[in-house]
Each structure stands twice: as C-alpha cells, then as structure tokens.
T-cell receptor
C-alpha cells in the first residue's frame, strides 16, 4: 500500500510569492490534515479536509488556504509568503472514524518550504 | 483551546537506560496516540490507546492511558541509538474530531 505522498520535497520561494504544496492520501482515506512544523518545534495544526469540505482550521491567517479534490488529494496554498513561513509542512491522512479504534493519522515525509 | 503538555521537553540518556515521558492535559481524551519523528521525516505511529488504564506494548515501548483520561505515559526500555528522535503524544477528545498534538519530547541517546 502506497503511503501518503507529498510534493515537492523542497520548495524555495521569495518573500511575497505564493507557494502550492500537494498531498496524496492513502487509498481509502477521506480525511487530509495539514500541519506546520517550524525548525525544532512541534506540529501546529493548519487545516483538516474531509470529503471535499473544510472540517476545521487552526490559528493561522487567511493567506493559508487549501482544498480537497474529488479523489481526496489536497493542496495547501500559502499566499504573500513571509520569512517566518519557512517550515516543514506535513500532510497526514486518515479515515473519518466515529467510534473507538481510530488508528490515527499516517503522515507523509513533508515539504520543506524555505522563504528567502 | 485544547492543549497538551509533554515532559520532559528534551532528555539525554545513556544507551541501555530506560526512558519515561508523559503527556498531560486539562481535558479528558477518548484516544491517545504516541508518534516518533526522526530527522527529515514525518511522524510515525508507535502505539494507540483506547481505554482508561489500558497498557499497551510495542517491542521495547510501553504506553499507558491514564486513569483520569487526562494523561498518558510512554516508556522505552533498554534504549538504543536508533531511539533518537522526537516523541509526540496526540489526543482525540471526541470520536470524529481531529487529534491534538503535544509539543514533543526530544530524545538523545549517548553511546
């Protein structure tokens, strides 16, 4: 079974530009989650999509946005990039489970975004 | 909002030593997960806990779901160099909600 795949692996952008990050979930997973991990820090929740809809959003400005496509893949867009947006962006997928035995998220290896 | 705390923030141990770390919250959680992240990689699930008091092992790792449902513990026995990484706890408050992650415990193992 293929894992969660993210592209690109690395991305270098200039301040003020836009960045687009992509994620393909595990087959059968309908939920996609985006996290930001600044260097040496923990996972900051960005966005959660399920069945094409935004389910929840973290404490980030509106220039962080995304969407989920009918095949459940997802895109994270960051507009008007700032230097502090430099981080590892992790995507995770899961099935939406409404009972016990939620096996949690499977993470991709991330996209390293550097803003210069 | 919901917040998880992990302690210690970081630890340096000698190879062969046992390790204990914990995760606490002011809220009750239904599910606890423990993840490990190695440099340049995404976190990998180690152990999942579903019931208060539950004790689950995965090789040298043992995790417990606290009785109060507000905490969880992870122990690593006889540490080895490949145990190096950041260990994250994650909690789910209600079924169908997204998991909340702790800030992580950074483990370094000295040979």
């Amino acid at each position: 079974e293929a894992g969660v795949t993210q592209s690109p692996t690395h991305l270098i952008k200039t301040r003020g530009q836009q960045a687009t990050l992509r994620c393909s979930p595990i087959s059968g997973h309908t939920s996609v989650y985006w996290y930001q991990q600044a260097l040496g820090l923990g996972l900051q929740f960005l966005l959660w999509y399920d069945e094409g809809e935004e389910r929840n959003r973290g404490n980030f400005p509106p220039r962080f946005s995304g969407r989920q496509f009918p095949n459940y893949s997802s895109e994270l867009n960051v507009n008007a990039l700032e230097l502090e947006d430099s981080a590892l962006y992790l995507c995770a997928s899961s099935r939406l489970v409404w009972d016990i035995y939620n096996y949690g998220y499977t993470f991709g290896s991330g996209t390293r975004l550097t803003v210069v | 909002g919901q917040q998880l705390n992990q302690s210690p923030q970081s630890m340096f141990i000698q190879e062969g030593e046992d390790v204990s770390m914990n995760c606490t919250s002011s809220s009750i959680f239904n599910t606890w997960l423990w993840y490990k992240q190695e440099p340049g990689e995404g976190p990998v699930l180690l152990i999942a806990l579903y019931k208060a008091g539950e004790l689950t092992s995965n090789g040298r790792l043992t995790a417990q779901f606290g009785i109060t449902r507000k905490d969880s513990f992870l122990n690593i026995s006889a540490s080895i160099p490949s145990d190096v990484g950041i260990y994250f706890c994650a909690g789910q408050r209600n079924y169908g909600q997204n998991f909340v992650f702790g800030p992580g415990t950074r483990l370094s193992v000295l040979p």
